[in-house]
Each structure stands twice: as C-alpha cells, then as structure tokens.
C-alpha cells in the first residue's frame, strides 16, 4: 500500500488539564513516529463539573484550533467531554480529519472480555450522570451489570496533587460505597485517574479483602488509535516524534507532570484560547 501523504500530519488530543497525558504517554508508547499536539483546557478544568453546553463550547473551540494545526486525528482525551461533546465535534470537524473519543474503545473492551459480569465504575459528576456508559453496556445485551459512582472530587486533587498520600482518604471513601461492592473489574472513566491506578488497586484491595481488574482507558485507548490510523492508511512511518503542549492557563502541576510523563523537558506555550 503506497504510503498516504497525510500520514505525518499530527494527532490532536485534548483533555480540561493533565488526565489527558495518560492517553498521550500511552500512544507515544505504541506509536513512537507520530507526532503529538496536546491541548490542556487549565483554564475551564475540571470538565467533569460543568454543564453539558459549556463543555460543547469548549471541545468545539478546541477542535476548530486542532484543525488549523492540520491534525488528521483528534482524540477527545477526557470522558466527560466525550460523553458531552464526541457527536457535535464529529459534525463540526465532518472529513476534515477523524474524531475518536476515550468511552467507545472501553465498551469495546466490555464486549470482548466481560459478558455476564459485574463491573464497577468511577468517573465525573458530569459522565456518570450522562449514564453514556450504561446506555452503550445495554446496547450490547451481554448481561454486564454495571454499578457507576460519581467520585467528584479526584480530578481536582489529581490535577493538585498528583499521586500523593493525601488523596488516600479521599479513595478510602469512594471505594467504600456500596455500589462499587462485589465487583468483577473497575472502569477508570477519568482519564485523571490511570496516574493513582496503582493507589486505586492496593485500597480496593485493602478495603474489600480482595484483589480487581483495573480498567485503564489509555491503553485501550492507544490501541484503538493506533487500528484506526492502520485501517485508514495513515500511521507515520517515518522520523521521530515531536511534542507539542499548548495550555489554556498555565498550571506548575502540569509542567511538572508533562515531564514525569515523558522523561523529557516539555515546552509548554500558553494559548488562550477564551481571551
């Protein structure tokens, strides 16, 4: 197959601050030629607590800046944006490039490994409440029963705080509630949440006296990237990647996690998006 001339144009992705890097640090790892513009929305973050209208107006506005950057790809890197926005930024960009989002790799994943299963889920206010889980879980008729529970706070102290003790209690609590009980797997809805994956899987441990598959969409989620560019001709089979960051509002919590992501110094250019 002759190589596509669209090919080293970059991927867009997208997220309201640093859940975001979890996708992205996830692609460069199974995608080490593409090249990567990331856009973090610091300025209006978190998504998970705004309304559905207002996170339509920011992915739509983000997208319009994406295309400008000649993007063949944009990933909606955040579930509740995805859940509010995935169709309209579809309309919006139509073939201007592909738009994919961070839920439909997960059901996926659902629908290959966990029919007849009891699965637990943790995300925003804004995603748990769309119920875009649930509706697409019903829609495979595999008998998956899901418990979802919105863990409101764990963006925010993510984004403050990053993978320190101090979210520990505030876990403690999520995990404990009883919708999240006598399940057979743990979804991560936030893409937040993959950086205290391993937080999440020792105090699920503790408090319930048993062990659980955690769920991690950023790996599901390169995966599905990395099919979508094969199938459409468009993986960049040549150089190496470049990076670029581009944030609404700068925040020191993401430069000091673009760098732990990617083991690198990261430039990071203020785009004020809203001015």
Request: proline fraction near 3%.
């Amino acid at each position: 197959m002759e190589p596509n001339h669209l090919s080293s144009q970059p991927i867009g992705i997208f997220d309201s601050g640093i859940g975001g890097l979890t996708v992205a640090h996830a692609l460069v790892t199974s995608l080490p030629k593409e090249n990567i513009i990331y856009f973090g929305d610091t300025a209006h973050l978190p998504y998970g607590d705004k309304s559905t209208a207002a996170i339509q107006a920011y992915a739509v506005k983000i997208a319009h800046m994406l295309l400008q950057q000649e993007c063949k790809l944009i990933l909606i890197a955040c579930n509740s944006a995805s859940a509010a926005a995935y169709e309209l930024v579809k309309e919006y960009i139509g073939s201007k490039a592909m738009v994919m989002n961070v839920i439909d790799p997960t059901i996926h994943l659902l629908k290959e490994k966990y029919a007849s299963k009891h699965i637990g889920l943790i995300g925003t206010k804004q995603t748990v409440n769309s119920h875009i889980y649930k509706k697409k879980i019903d829609d495979l008729n595999l008998n998956i029963q899901l418990s979802s529970h919105a863990t409101n706070l764990l963006a925010s102290a993510i984004e403050e705080f990053g993978n320190h003790h101090v979210i520990d209690s505030l876990l403690q609590v999520y995990l404990s509630h009883p919708e999240l009980q006598h399940i057979d797997a743990l979804v991560l809805a936030c893409t937040h949440y993959p950086i205290i994956k391993n937080k999440i899987f020792q105090l699920y441990m503790m408090s319930n006296n048993r062990s659980i598959e955690i769920i991690d969409s950023s790996e599901i989620v390169a995966l599905a990237v990395k099919k979508q560019l094969e199938e459409n001709n468009l993986l960049n089979g040549s150089g190496t990647s470049t990076k670029h960051f581009y944030l609404s509002d700068y925040t020191e919590s993401f430069a000091t996690n673009a760098k732990l992501f990617f083991g690198e110094d990261i430039t990071l250019e203020h785009y004020p998006l809203w001015d």
